[in-house]
C-alpha cells in the first residue's frame, strides 16, 4: 500500500512538472468536492457524496458512493440508499421506521399577504423588532421545527406554534436534535428567544420532549451560553457542548457530560475550546476536533480516567475537518490541507497510523 500510494505521488509530481498549467476559476469549478456523509448501518462503508458545480447554472449536482473503510472501488449508491442509511430512525423500534426530522415550517405573520389575502404578490415586510434578517436571508416568519415522523408519513410538530429555530440558524443541522436511548425522548437545541432578545442572546439550551407526556424540560437550565450537539454513548451517558458566557459568539467551548444527574465539565482545566467531538464505540472515550498551533487536530479524551485532559492523536499541517464514525479500530475523518481539498482518511487507533481512502 505504501509503495503504490508513493509511486502515485510520484507520477503525479512529474505529471505536474512536465505540465504545469495556471489555476483558473474555471479549472476550479471543475473540480468535484467529496464529502463524507456518515457510515453505514454496519460500519463497513463510508458513504460519499461528491458535488460538481456547475459554472453556467450556478448549481451543484450531487453523486453518492459507498467506499469500503479498509479501501478499495467506490460502489455508486442512490440519494434514497443515502437517505435510508442516516436516517435518525427510533432506535428501539428501527422496524417500526419512526424517525426524527426537521422542517421549516410558518409561524409568524410578516409579510404582507400574511396580514391581507387580496395583497398576494406584495413584498412588503412587517417587523417591530430585530431578527429580520439572517445575513442575506430574511426572516418571514418561517422557523426549523423537529417533528416526529411515522412509516406512512404522519408528522407530529414538538415546537408546534413556537418562533424559536432548530436546527438552528444560521449554522445548525441535524446534530441539533436526538433520541434518547430508550427512544422515550427526543433531545432537541434551541434558543428559546425571539425578536431583539433572540439576536442579542448566545444562550441556547438542550431540551427534552418526551413522548408519552407531551411535555418539554430545559436539561441545561442555569447554563447561559451556547448549549449544543448533544450525544449519548452506549450506556446512555449524555455529552454536550457548552459556552459559559451569553452574548459571547467566541467564547471557550467545554465539553459536559451528565452522569447521575451532575454535571461534568471534561475539559474545564484545559486551555482549549473543542470544535466538535464524538463518542467511542465502547463509551468510554470520547475523540473531539480542536485548535492548535494554527491548525486543527484529533484529541481523545479518557472520560473515567482521573485525568480527563484531551491527548493528541495527530500532528500535521494540515485540519483534521471532522469525525465521520468508527468502525472496529478505524476512526474515519474528513482532513484538508492547504494542497488538497477535502478528502476521506482512517486513523488506526491502535496502531495510530494513517490509511488514505479517496476517489482519486
Known amino acids: 500500500m505504501k509503495k503504490h500510494l508513493i509511486s502515485l505521488i510520484t507520477i503525479m509530481t512529474l505529471n505536474s512538472l512536465q505540465a504545469q498549467q495556471p489555476l483558473t476559476p474555471e479549472k476550479l469549478w471543475q473540480l468535484h468536492r467529496v464529502s463524507a456523509v456518515g457510515l453505514s448501518q454496519d460500519t463497513q462503508y463510508v458513504l460519499l457524496s461528491v458535488s460538481t458545480p456547475n459554472m453556467a447554472e450556478n448549481t451543484f449536482s450531487k453523486e453518492y458512493y459507498k467506499l469500503a473503510v479498509k479501501g478499495g472501488v467506490p460502489i455508486p449508491i442512490s440519494e434514497e440508499e443515502v437517505e435510508r442509511a442516516t436516517a435518525k430512525y427510533n432506535p428501539i423500534k428501527k422496524e417500526s421506521l419512526v424517525k426524527v426530522i426537521h422542517k421549516e415550517v410558518k409561524v409568524a405573520p410578516v409579510l404582507g399577504k400574511d396580514f391581507y389575502a387580496d395583497l398576494e404578490k406584495s413584498s412588503g415586510r412587517l417587523y417591530s423588532s430585530l431578527d ?90 442555569g447554563m447561559m451560553g451556547y448549549d449544543t450537539n448533544p450525544q449519548y454513548n452506549k450506556e446512555g451517558v449524555l455529552a454536550w457542548l457548552s459556552m459559559a458566557h451569553d452574548g459571547n459568539e467566541s467564547d471557550k467551548n467545554d465539553l459536559y457530560i451528565l452522569k447521575d444527574g451532575k454535571r461534568i465539565n471534561l475539559t474545564a482545566q484545559w486551555d482549549n475550546t473543542v470544535f466538535s467531538y464524538r463518542w467511542s464505540n465502547d463509551g468510554k472515550q470520547i475523540y473531539l476536533i480542536a485548535p492548535t498551533q494554527g491548525t486543527e487536530q484529533l484529541f481523545v479524551v479518557d472520560v473515567y480516567g482521573k485525568d480527563t485532559t484531551p491527548k493528541q492523536l495527530t500532528k500535521g499541517i494540515y485540519d483534521v475537518g471532522s469525525i465521520v464514525g468508527q468502525s472496529g479500530n478505524l476512526l474515519v475523518v474528513m482532513r484538508n490541507d492547504m494542497n488538497r481539498a477535502g478528502e476521506v482518511y482512517t486513523i488506526n487507533l491502535k496502531e495510530r497510523k494513517k490509511g488514505f481512502l479517496s476517489l482519486t
Open 132 to 221: 429580520h434578517r439572517h445575513w442575506d436571508t430574511w426572516n418571514e416568519g418561517k422557523y426549523n421545527h423537529v417533528f416526529i415522523e411515522d412509516a406512512e408519513g404522519n408528522q407530529r410538530d414538538l415546537m408546534e406554534g413556537q418562533p424559536f429555530y432548530c436546527p438552528q440558524m444560521p449554522f445548525g443541522g441535524e446534530e441539533d436534535y436526538i433520541w434518547s436511548p430508550d427512544g422515550e425522548k427526543v433531545l432537541f437545541v434551541t434558543k428559546a428567544k425571539e425578536g431583539t432578545e433572540y439576536v442579542l442572546s448566545t444562550n441556547t439550551n438542550i431540551y427534552e420532549y418526551d413522548l408519552n407526556t407531551m411535555k418539554t424540560r430545559n436539561l441545561t437550565e
